[in-house]
């Protein structure tokens, strides 16, 4: 069969229903999504040692061949043993596997094989424990074993093996993805095309193919979203917003009204969007603040100058928790005034504090008498039609309203904008993306604010930590526990969200309530994760990076990062964020295994370091450019392989993006490129 970019996953040999299924939760239905998951990390299994030289204790990969091979059963440990032994010129190898009996069907004496594992030492001789195992066809030709292999993110029952193999049967497909990268921009760049990035990401001849490959991939990324922005803000250049008028006296009582004072952070920002505003030209805002700095409470401040001016705003939150959150709270703030706040979500449609239906709602916001509406980003993208809508704010979205923008403006308005994050991006960085774009920091914190108390811990210290931990659920605080990975890993020691829950449910704390979360749950069961974690019905929560930009958990008081050194500083400062939110004291746990002094280093940063803005500047100067992309990232979901703070691609995809728009501004010349972006422009819609 000749493979396809379309083939559908299911169409290739070896994928039943039930492994189609699991692939489609990962977003793989066809060849041309495979090629496109990339793997998060690499195993170095290239060099092969002869079977004579190895030693206890390390990892090898060895050739040889199969002299002995039989199962046999350990009848007390009701295991299945599969044992054998491997011989080259230089000496032979015991090995042995455990519950894998149908490896005797798979290999058989007289094979040639790779074999790649842990070579242990019982007290006679030597022995490959439950190796990666590859039979050798052709020379030069493996896919698990002998060469620098791919390890992918999967859950579910995939596995590494399975997909290398799907992999490299879609990869025969690789030249018919069509590289819409302009040819002097690849060259000038020296970048590989899109084929042969795509072979080398998943089987990079050599780390520095690896590296080249990922260096195309990210470049895809940063490249087609600069050139996105810059062609809406071409778009936009004509629109006309609605000019808000300051109502001076109005946000004076307002501001005065608060439970407390603003800091002067919040009452500049509040003043420089209120200024924007006054103006028929579109503002384009973003407003960076760290966590806990008090932006929600400067958006309240410029809806009521909208909603007293007549007009409408619009705030959108990535997940339905958020904007349940922020209704409830800017229902609070704006109680003394005449405007009337909406939510309007998927499952919630409610004005005011009342439910009512939707097509009621619907009609109050056609007609003007709903002046804030919140909602998730999916409620744009409805039939939703507002009376007079002069501004838009997104919450923590990671792309800052590129795709909102224009799906507003192709409704017909054309809102001032303002984004609200809590990354910490450096302004020449944010400059260099959004060159329209005009900034707004929160730099201060209120001022009765505990700082979070940081500490860096060993392996050592882990039982006093559960210990503290125990006091403090028992003194009625809640824990996040936050792990690099979901699904236990190839290599050992690498802490998984599933190997964490069991260990702390079953052995730790069996009489607490514990729960998980990760990116691989279906939305509906993640809000109902957190909602439960919010309300108090669980006392640790395990989870993946997923926590990072979102819900306000008051009540939790300590932040466990396991294996922090695979984070990203300024992701771990967003991790620590999540604590700290009230007036309790909380703490942030950084367990590491490393003791490299460049390890301990940057992670000390985190307890000396003053802000996330700080660390953001260090954490570019500690990593080297040699890291896996994976672990790199930076918490922008939308980016797969990409991060903004890969400041050097950052630059060179700005500088090729804006000459590419300012000589072909329609892209006429460049119809690969034009179709690949009409493309992602659909997709936003589909979303
Ligand atoms: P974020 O910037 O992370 O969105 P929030 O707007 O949620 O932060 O504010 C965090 C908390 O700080 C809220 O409970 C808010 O009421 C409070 N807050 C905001 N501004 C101040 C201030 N100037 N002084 C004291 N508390 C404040
Ligand atoms: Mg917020």
Not at 170 to 183: C, E, K, N, T
Request: charged share 20%; glycine share 4%; net charge positive.
């Amino acid at each position: 069969m000749r493979i396809q970019l379309t083939t559908p996953v299911s169409a290739l040999s070896m994928v039943g229903s039930t492994t189609a299924d699991r692939l489609k939760k990962l977003g793989i239905s066809t060849v041309l999504d495979l090629l496109f998951y990339y793997p998060f990390r690499y195993e170095d299994l290239s060099v092969v040692s002869p079977i004579g030289s190895l030693q206890p204790f390390s990892t090898a990969t060895v050739k040889g061949r199969i002299e002995l091979l039989d199962n046999r059963r350990s009848w007390r440990r009701r295991t299945i043993l599969t044992e054998g032994l491997v011989s080259d010129p230089s000496g032979s190898v015991k090995v042995i596997w455990f519950n894998q009996p149908f490896i005797t069907k798979v290999l058989t004496p007289g094979d040639e094989v790779y074999l790649a594992g842990k070579v242990a030492a019982d007290q006679y001789a030597l022995q490959l424990v439950n190796p990666i195992y590859e039979k050798i066809k052709r020379a030069g030709e493996t896919v698990h074993t002998a060469r620098i292999i791919p390890i992918y993110p999967l859950t579910e029952k995939l596995t590494q093996k399975q997909l290398r193999w799907l992999m490299k049967l879609a990869l025969s497909a690789a030249d018919q993805v069509r590289d819409w990268l302009p040819p002097e921009i690849r060259t000038t760049l020296s970048l590989l095309t899109l084929p042969q990035a795509l072979r080398q990401v998943h089987f990079p001849d050599s780390q520095a193919s690896a590296d080249a490959a990922t260096r195309r991939l990210k470049f895809n990324e940063l490249f087609l979203f600069l050139l996105q922005s810059k062609t809406v803000k071409r778009e936009l250049q004509s629109a006309q917003a609605l000019p808000v008028t300051f109502a001076e006296t109005a946000t004076k009582q307002f501001v005065s009204s608060l439970p407390f004072t603003l800091t002067a952070d919040q009452r500049r920002a509040a003043w420089q969007i209120l200024c924007d505003l006054e103006r028929p030209a579109p503002m384009n805002r973003l407003l960076e603040g760290e966590v806990g700095s008090g932006k929600t409470v400067v958006a309240a401040i410029v809806m009521l100058n909208a909603g007293l001016a007549g007009l409408q705003t619009v705030l959108m939150a990535p997940t339905e928790i958020l904007a349940r959150q922020h209704a409830m709270t800017l229902q609070q703030l704006l109680a003394g005034t005449p405007l009337k706040v909406a939510l309007l979500t998927h499952s919630y449609h409610q004005l005011v504090t009342r439910t009512c239906s939707r097509a009621a709602l619907a009609t109050a916001i056609r007609n003007g008498s709903v002046d804030v509406v919140i909602g998730t980003h999916a409620l744009i993208q409805q039939d939703i039609k507002f009376h007079r809508l002069a501004l838009a704010i997104i919450d923590e979205q990671h792309r800052f309203g590129v795709e909102q923008r224009k799906l507003l403006h192709q409704k017909g308005s054309a809102p001032h904008f303002l984004s609200m994050t809590a990354t910490p991006i450096p302004r020449s960085l944010a400059l260099t993306l959004y060159g329209d774009l005009d900034l707004s920091v929160i730099r201060e914190l209120p001022k009765e604010r505990k700082r979070v108390i940081t500490r860096l811990i060993g392996p050592a210290q882990r039982m006093d930590c559960y210990q503290f931990i125990s006091e403090q659920i028992a003194s009625g605080r809640q824990v996040f526990v936050v792990c690099p990975l979901i699904d236990p890993s190839d290599k050992l020691g690498v802490k998984s969200v599933t190997e964490s829950f069991e260990k702390l449910k079953e052995q730790v704390f069996p009489n607490l309530k514990i729960a998980k979360l990760h990116g691989k749950l279906k939305p509906r069961e993640k809000e109902s994760v957190m909602a439960d974690f919010v309300a108090k019905k669980s006392d640790i929560l395990v989870t993946t990076s997923v926590i990072e930009v979102g819900v306000d958990v008051p009540n939790a008081s300590v932040m466990l990062i396991e294996d922090a050194e695979r984070f990203g500083l300024a992701q771990l400062h967003q991790f620590r964020g999540r604590v700290g939110r009230a007036a309790h004291q909380s703490y942030c746990f950084l367990l590491t295994g490393s003791s490299n002094q460049k390890t301990t280093a940057r992670l000390e940063a985190l307890v000396t370091a003053r802000d996330g803005f700080e660390l953001a500047e260090l954490d570019l100067k500690f990593r080297g450019p040699g890291e896996l992309f994976g672990l790199s990232q930076s918490g922008w979901p939308a980016f797969r392989i990409a991060s903004l703070f890969d400041y050097d691609l950052v630059a060179l995809a700005q500088a090729s993006a804006e000459k590419i728009i300012t000589a072909d501004p329609t892209l006429q010349r460049h119809p690969e490129l034009r179709q690949k972006l009409d493309q992602l422009n659909r997709e936003v819609h589909l979303e």
